[in-house]
């Protein structure tokens, strides 16, 4: 069985035991939670999708670690004009592992 889930902006799909990288989630290490916001639930041929979301679905999660992505420069430079700006970032990340579906 696996679904397709939307967090942080973003939409994954997801299996029991999958391991994933996703966008910060504000809750401790350990934490267990719960994904309302399921847009398809299906097991081979036997698909649901709902109009807006599929009724009753829900993804449950247990929160592995919180991380920080790669270091991203940003860089900028206008030629003759003795202008540059250099920026860094790095995104906050959080890894979890899908423990199951409800559909």
Do not use: C
Request: glycine residues 10%.
């Amino acid at each position: 069985m696996y679904a397709v889930i939307k967090t942080g902006g973003k939409q994954y799909r997801v299996a029991k035991d999958d391991v994933l990288t996703v966008e910060k989630l504000d809750v401790e290490a350990g934490a267990k939670i719960e994904f309302t916001e399921v847009l398809l639930v299906g097991s081979g041929e036997d698909v649901k999708v709902g109009k807006s979301l599929p009724s009753g679905a829900k993804v449950t999660a247990e929160l592995v670690e919180q991380t920080r992505g790669p270091k991203l420069i940003a860089f900028k430079k206008r030629r003759r004009k003795n202008s540059r700006r250099k920026r860094g970032h790095r995104q906050d990340l959080s890894t979890i592992r899908i423990t199951g579906i409800s559909a």
